[in-house]
């Protein structure tokens, strides 16, 4: 290991290569795991990338922008996943590393606006850390042990192989270096897209969801009038669907929000909106210990009360009124 350290501090471009390492496979794996996640594009989940784009339209700068993509989720959602492995596959292998530097920084800086941007401290959230990791590989390029730097030196050898003088042009050997390039972005690009294909059939045939309740979902609000007369809401689901000490997941259609509705004790039922008070994540119903935690930051919350149980976030999970109808529905925003 001493050894490496030295090597890498005494080659050009050689402390590069853990910030490539790094950023490479954070990218990588964070674009696999949002294609080989089965619920990320089920609008019905409260992990989806049509819930996570709901949740941010109200406390995102960009938040038009947002809603402009909230109306196509999916193509959003594949676009990002695919993004984040074409550009942790460049940064790992090293090439073309300005421009996966710079598609880096574009991605966390789209995900600095629309979910950390309210962070307090601004230190806490990730998004602007990365994007500023990215500025070295967009200065300095890939640097040592990468395509780029390999591509650089057969270009070198032939030029002095062919009595090139530095400085002057070489046509046919530019060329065919330009060649090699696309080449290889041609393979790797290839590489990429075949892995996310791999990656997101066997996530859909045998992936489980991290962020959920493996409880069924409610049935789509409904604002069919229940039976009674007197009640007033709109009918999310029968209440007997709830088991006692679990929940189940149901959007919101005051405000088209994931939210949760909770059975703490026989009869009686809470709801709460499922977007973390901290960044804007969605939470997950955790239901032996009976709370929601959150995937980003670690945020734990009571699914009784609503009440922070373990930080960073600062505020409870905005509740939502609900109650159960004569007729045995469960109705909110009443």
Not at 6 to 14: E, F, K, N, S
Not at 34 to 60: C, D, V, W
Not at 68 to 81: K, W
Request: hydrophobic share 45%; charged share 10%; glycine share 12%.
């Amino acid at each position: 290991m001493a050894r490496l350290a030295v090597r890498l501090r005494d080659t050009p471009g050689g402390p590069q290569v853990v910030l490539r390492a790094f950023l490479g496979v954070t990218f990588t794996y964070a674009g696999l795991q949002k294609l080989t996640n089965r619920y990320f594009f089920e609008a019905a989940n409260p992990g989806s990338i049509q819930a996570q784009l709901h949740a941010s339209i109200t406390s995102s700068p960009i938040g038009p922008l947002i809603r402009l993509a909230a109306h196509e989720p999916v193509l959003v959602g594949l676009l990002i996943a695919f993004g984040e492995v074409a550009v942790g596959l460049g940064t790992l292998f090293g090439l073309l590393g300005r421009i996966a530097a710079a598609g880096g920084m574009a991605v966390s800086l789209l995900l600095f606006l629309s979910v950390s941007f309210n962070t307090t401290p601004y230190f806490y959230g990730s998004d602007i850390v990365f994007f500023f990791a990215w500025t070295p590989l967009l200065v300095g390029g890939s640097g040592t042990w990468s395509v780029d730097g390999a591509l650089r030196a057969s270009h070198a050898r032939e030029r002095t192989k062919a009595g090139v003088p530095p400085g002057r042009q070489a046509p046919d050997l530019d060329r065919r270096a330009a060649v090699r390039k696309v080449a290889s972005a041609i393979t790797l690009g290839t590489f990429a897209v075949v892995t996310a294909g791999v990656s997101a059939a066997i996530g859909r045939m045998f992936g489980t969801s991290v962020q959920t309740s493996s409880a069924p979902q409610l049935p789509p609000p409904s604002t069919e009038a229940p039976s009674g007369g007197s009640s007033k809401g709109t009918a999310i689901g029968l209440a007997s669907d709830v088991p006692v000490g679990g929940a189940r997941e149901f959007t919101d259609p005051a405000q088209g929000i994931p939210a949760y509705v909770v059975r703490p004790a026989e009869s009686s039922y809470v709801a709460f909106s499922a977007v973390c008070t901290h960044m804007g994540c969605t939470v997950g119903f955790f239901e032996p210990a009976v709370q929601f935690r959150c995937p980003c930051h670690g945020s734990i919350f009571s699914a009784v009360t609503g009440e922070v149980l373990q930080g960073p976030a600062a505020a409870p999970l905005p509740s939502i009124p609900v109650a159960k109808s004569a007729a045995g529905t469960l109705l909110v925003d009443g």
